[in-house]
């Protein structure tokens, strides 16, 4: 409710709604970040952080909520196909924001959560990390002879230093590896990362993110179908690792306070996969929404609501098993 009331506040053009709920969140990183990421993505415009930051030149907040206003403005103008540039500058302001930021509070893994997101961009990775000189070389590269990807891992072990399992962290490096080497790169990333148990099991959604990306590279564009994707053991094996070691160690009274995003991919997945409709959505209660899985269907050309097309397929499948 205090999330919801600020961001209508933001839209207003009016800041201390924000501000109040940040101060509360105090140094719970976790929180922070989740909830900056909201407040930044639902703001009507992003000049009433520049307002706040005019007005209180020492604020931690400000500065970090600026700081993501000129990333994701940085990232807008590149994929608007602004000239490179316009778009080197862009970054170069969001990359001072990012500093004064973590100047006025280190320990914040915000700041790094968006040099990190700024590596996407068309230029060097390391560009956007305020340590690299003094960095082990090679800065792209990990010991770990099981991730052998080429990424800013620097900064991933920042945000991790800050704060364990970074949920948004984790995704902006798959995220790279999306935009610099495609749908598989991010997906051997996302594998990678849940191959032992993570310090934070949210992070067992990262596959079936990436497995999403897979399939519109793959089917979006309406080639194969969407049971030759989605009814495979990868997905199941994911799906239903999720479901076991990440929501089913949530108690209920807390399903609330978990990502839409994360419940919607997981519950999709889910059904899709094979698992039950009926007892899949009651187990995640009123919170899983038919997205992502929507979008697919639109991709398909199909209008038909989510649940009648992945029951219509599923009933299909089965007669033809049967017939077998």
């Given at each position: ?130 340590q690299w000189r003094s960095r082990p070389v090679p800065w792209d590269r990990l010991r770990d002879p ?123 997945a889910l059904v899709a996969c094979g698992e039950d409709a009926r007892a899949v959505f009651e187990a ?41």
């Amino acid at each position: 409710m205090d999330l919801r009331a600020a961001i209508e506040d933001l839209k207003l053009g009016r800041y201390r709604a924000a501000r109040d709920l940040l101060v509360r969140t105090g140094p719970n990183w976790p929180l922070r970040t989740r909830r900056s990421q909201l407040l930044a993505a639902g703001a009507g415009e992003g000049g009433v952080f520049k307002t706040w930051l005019e007005e209180e030149s020492g604020s931690a907040d400000a500065s970090m909520m600026w700081a993501r206003v000129l990333t994701r403005a940085a990232l807008a103008a590149h994929r608007s196909g602004t000239n490179t540039g316009l778009v080197a500058r862009a970054a170069g302001l969001a990359r001072q924001a990012c500093m004064r930021a973590m100047a006025l509070r280190p320990e914040c893994p915000v700041a790094w959560v968006c040099l990190l997101q700024l590596t996407q961009l068309p230029f060097d990775p390391y560009h956007f990390d305020p340590q690299w000189r003094s960095r082990p070389v090679p800065w792209d590269r990990l010991r770990d002879p099981t991730m052998p990807l080429r990424g800013p891992w620097p900064l991933l072990e920042e945000i991790n230093r800050r704060d364990p399992g970074n949920r948004e962290g984790h995704h902006r490096m798959r995220e790279f590896f999306l935009h610099r080497g495609g749908p598989s790169a991010a997906m051997n990333y996302s594998a990678w990362v849940v191959a032992s148990q993570p310090i934070n099991l949210e992070l067992d959604l990262l596959p079936l993110y990436s497995l999403l990306d897979v399939y519109t590279a793959r089917h979006g564009n309406g080639h194969g179908s969407v049971l030759q994707f989605w009814q495979t053991a990868q997905v199941a094996h994911y799906a239903c690792q999720a479901r076991d070691r990440w929501f089913a160690s949530v108690p209920p009274v807390h399903h609330g306070w978990l990502s839409l995003l994360d419940l919607n991919h997981l519950a999709h997945a889910l059904v899709a996969c094979g698992e039950d409709a009926r007892a899949v959505f009651e187990a995640m209660g009123p919170y899983a929404t038919p997205e992502p899985w929507q979008t697919i269907n639109r991709s398909l050309g199909r209008s038909y609501d989510w649940t009648t097309e992945f029951l219509r397929i599923r009933s299909a499948t089965l007669r033809e098993h049967l017939r077998g």
